[in-house]
């Protein structure tokens, strides 16, 4: 974005983050959001906690600048910073209550953070932003290289390094970092930690902005439930597989994992325990930043799942509609009928199969007889000796259903779909057409499928006797689920 001087002046008239710094009671407003949302590393405050919070502020201030420093009430000033015309809060009712609730907006988080840095710091780390460029770099350079002669002579030489660094430890010589090498990392970490979180809250405004739309073109959509559904969805698409979202996604995937959960907190616990850490006194729920990361995520998630929620209830809805038209003309055939009772038209107007009725008498009905019961007679047995082949018994063939179906995730694990030709393909059958039938049953089970009946994939396997054989089916597409 070009700053010249026509931008900078619509910024500075519409954007909430400038508007808040020209505010009149700007130091109140930072100051009292920064203290009860971004030090707590709280999401969202109830109307009654975050009004007494405010009272106890505005009390303070009034001792020591006078009675009539601000006369408003709390509530007035909450419901004033949550005005669309400031867009500095955001109000909104969480499902199941009728209390409102208030949380920070994406532009009142910038401003904070914007403020944090004017602060004056003790220590200013420069070696760790470094080593994060040239690590950066790296990620990219590596990452984007196509040679493989040129990726592995790279791997053979950080294999090298690796291996002189673990002899001069065998030899004794350990390096270590010292305090201000700590200091800087840890402060880095912190600014990243803390951005993590920030760019959470952007993230999930621009879910709840689509949220906002779907619901403005469900409620005012008289056209066919196809076609709203088909703009609704491609916005879904471009949303999740834009940048941003194939990031979020990626980061959601890597936090989930419980090895990772593990990982982060033997190493949150392991820094937070040295002397030079311990020295700056962090704050104790760094303890736990990972699981405020989580908890920032499942915001997001809570956001998507309104939307597909919207979407459910949309269909729901059309689906009555388009029952209580059936009703209706139902309901016009019996008026049209009762109409013409009493004057018949001419010629034939409803010709019947059948004339008469056919009459069933009940005593023409056979009556019950009991089955009869074999006698078996009481022989003894003698014994004999029948060769017969057991080859049988041991040349059952049985699929496991389970190896089947972690083959089908093991296949959606990096992608958003796959077909059940492609899992095929890389599973090749083994127990011919009864695997394939097994394949077909868990396709069917599967949450989220779609099938293609204009493309047709081909299935081969061998028989016992070397003999090949060959399958059409539709295309079947597995989706991954969530």
């Not at 040349?395 to 958003?416: F, H, P, S, W, Y």
């Amino acid at each position: 974005m070009a700053l010249d001087y026509a931008t900078l002046d619509l910024l500075r008239q519409n954007h909430p983050a400038w508007r808040l710094l020209r505010a009149q009671h700007a130091p109140l407003v930072a100051g009292f959001l920064h203290r009860v949302f971004i030090v707590p590393n709280v999401r969202d405050l109830s109307q009654a906690d975050l009004v007494e919070a405010l009272e106890d502020e505005l009390f303070v201030l009034r001792e020591q600048l006078g009675g009539g420093a601000f006369p408003g009430s709390a509530q007035t000033y909450l419901n004033d910073w949550a005005d669309n015309d400031k867009g500095w809060l955001r109000k909104f009712y969480p499902t199941g209550t009728d209390e409102p609730h208030f949380d920070l907006t994406p532009a009142t988080e910038k401003v904070l953070a914007w403020l944090e840095g004017l602060t004056e710091r003790a220590f200013v780390g420069t070696e760790s932003r470094l080593l994060t460029l040239f690590d950066l770099l790296r990620q990219m350079s590596e990452g984007s290289q196509t040679d493989p002669e040129v990726r592995i002579n790279e791997l053979q030489k950080r294999r090298g390094e690796i291996d002189n660094e673990i002899a001069r430890i065998l030899g004794g010589d350990i390096p270590l970092m010292d305090d201000t090498a700590l200091k800087d990392r840890f402060q880095q970490f912190l600014q990243l930690a803390r951005e993590l979180l920030t760019d959470f809250r952007e993230v999930e405004q621009n879910f709840r902005t689509l949220d906002r739309r779907v619901r403005e073109r469900i409620a005012l959509w008289e056209g066919a439930k196809g076609t709203l559904l088909e703009q609704i969805l491609g916005e879904r698409d471009a949303i999740a597989d834009s940048d941003q979202g194939k990031s979020f996604r990626a980061f959601w995937d890597f936090l989930m994992s419980q090895t990772r959960q593990e990982e982060l907190s033997g190493l949150l616990q392991q820094v937070l325990a040295l002397p030079p850490i311990v020295a700056l006194r962090p704050d104790a729920r760094l303890q736990r930043v990972h699981y405020d990361w989580l908890e920032a995520g499942e915001y997001t998630q809570r956001t998507v799942a309104r939307l597909s929620e919207q979407l459910r209830r949309f269909l729901d809805d059309q689906a009555w509609l388009e029952n209580r038209r059936i009703m209706d003309i139902l309901h016009q055939i019996e008026a049209h009928a009762l109409a013409l009772r009493e004057d018949l038209p001419a010629g034939e107007f409803m010709p019947l199969a059948e004339v008469s009725a056919s009459i069933d008498l009940p005593l023409e009905r056979p009556l019950y007889r009991p089955a009869l019961k074999p006698l078996i007679a009481e022989l003894a047995l003698d014994d004999g000796e029948v060769e017969i082949d057991t080859a049988a018994l041991y040349t059952q063939v049985v699929v496991d259903k389970a190896e089947l179906a972690r083959n089908i995730r093991q296949a959606l694990q990096g992608r958003n779909q796959v077909s059940l030709g492609e899992v095929v393909a890389k599973h090749p059958l083994r127990h011919g057409l009864a695997e394939l039938v097994t394949y077909l049953h868990l396709a069917g089970e599967w949450s989220q499928k779609a099938v293609d009946e204009q493309q047709q994939e081909q299935v081969s396997w061998q028989t016992d006797t070397g003999a090949t054989r060959r399958a059409s089916m539709p295309r079947i597409i597995l989706l991954r689920n969530g």
